[in-house]
C-alpha cells in the first residue's frame, strides 16, 4: 500500500486511492481506483457532539482492509 496515492474530497464518501493505473474500455479512458469500505455515520450521535466539524478520524487502512473497485472517467 506504500505506492498508493490518495485523493481526498472531504470527509464525505468520495475517498478514493489510486496507483495511477488505467485502463481502455472502448475507446473511454478510466483510471482504476479503489475506495475503502466505510462505516455508516451516526448523525443523531455527530449532532450531540457538536457536528461535523468533530466527525471522528477515519480508520487506518490495513493490508486486510475491504476494498471496493471504481473506474473513474
Same mark, same amino acid.
Given at each position: ?24 474500455? =472502448? ?15 451516526? $448523525?443523531? /450521535? #455527530?449532532?450531540?457532539?457538536? =457536528? ?15 476494498? $471496493?473497485? /471504481? #473506474?473513474?472517467?
Amino acid at each position: 500500500m506504500d505506492t498508493v496515492i490518495g485523493m481526498y474530497k472531504g470527509a464525505d464518501n468520495h475517498t478514493y486511492y489510486t496507483r495511477g493505473d488505467t485502463t481502455l474500455i =472502448g475507446d473511454q479512458p478510466y483510471i482504476i481506483a479503489y475506495q475503502p469500505k466505510r462505516a455508516k455515520i451516526d $448523525y443523531a /450521535a #455527530l449532532r450531540s457532539k457538536g =457536528g461535523m466539524s468533530n466527525m471522528p478520524a477515519p480508520e487506518k487502512m490495513t493490508p486486510d482492509t475491504t476494498l $471496493y473497485l /471504481a #473506474l473513474l472517467n
